[in-house]
């Protein structure tokens, strides 16, 4: 079945490193790969989507690879700030025309001043 | 641009007892969801709906039911509650015409069933 995994474990940074979060997926080729902050008590908000034919994504300090190979997504913040610590969702489409996502279940970054 | 509305925020429930969670979206979108979820969990698709009228099932739509009458509205209804419907109870719909799947979510619906 269908398996997408995300380190349970929260990352903890000093404020100005960059934060690398990882997604792995098994049993799946989706068209594309997205990622959402969740923030205590908030749904879920939209930051990134990259397509499987695309290598890397930007977004001003954030960045997005997809390798469809190792069949992973890293998600990296650069020059994090305090105001970045909340929780990372990966998510990825059911290549079907429903548009339905399959979410990880998350990780927790905290980053410290 | 209110977006994605939950009602209510927050429900306490006996075991047994029936309710709605309300959703409605003002972006006129097509495609329309719900998930749960539990602590530590990723999101769980509860149902799913393509239009006005036409539902589906995803992957957790046991002791669950829902409508979709208008395209505004997606009310999911809850019978004979039970403790493990104990959840955070998110709505979320996307345009489906000319996009990728960005989804848009409400703030979510905390259900603790007693």
């Known amino acids: 079945s269908q398996k997408i995994e995300q380190n349970s474990e929260a990352l903890n940074i000093q404020e100005g490193k960059t934060a690398t979060l990882t997604c792995n997926y098994t049993?799946?080729?989706?068209?594309?790969l997205q990622w959402y902050r969740q923030d205590p008590g908030r749904g879920p908000v939209f930051l990134l989507l990259i397509r499987e034919n695309e290598k890397e994504k930007r977004k001003e300090r954030l960045k997005v690879t997809f390798d469809t190979t190792l069949k992973q997504s890293l998600f990296h913040i650069t020059a994090s700030q305090p105001a970045d610590s909340a929780t990372y969702l990966c998510?990825?489409?059911?290549?079907?025309?429903?548009?339905?996502?399959?979410f990880g279940s998350g990780t927790r970054l905290l980053v410290r001043p | 641009n209110a977006g994605v509305t939950q009602t209510p925020k927050f429900r306490i429930l006996k075991i047994g007892q029936s309710m709605t969670l309300q959703c409605t979206q003002d972006m006129n979108h097509n495609y329309m969801y719900w998930y749960r979820q539990d602590p530590g969990m990723g999101l769980k698709l509860i149902y799913y709906?393509?239009?006005?009228?036409?539902?589906d099932k995803g992957e957790v739509p046991n002791g669950y039911n829902v409508s979709r009458s208008t395209t505004e509205d997606f009310p999911l209804r809850l019978e004979l509650a039970a403790p493990s419907q104990t959840s955070v109870y998110f709505c979320a719909s996307i345009s489906g015409t000319g996009n990728t799947g960005e989804l848009f979510f409400g703030e979510g619906s905390r259900l603790t069933v007693l």
């Open positions: 709906s393509v239009g006005a009228g036409i539902t």
């Open positions: 049993n799946y080729s989706p068209a594309y």
């Open positions: 998510a990825l489409d059911e290549v079907d025309s429903s548009y339905k996502l399959i």
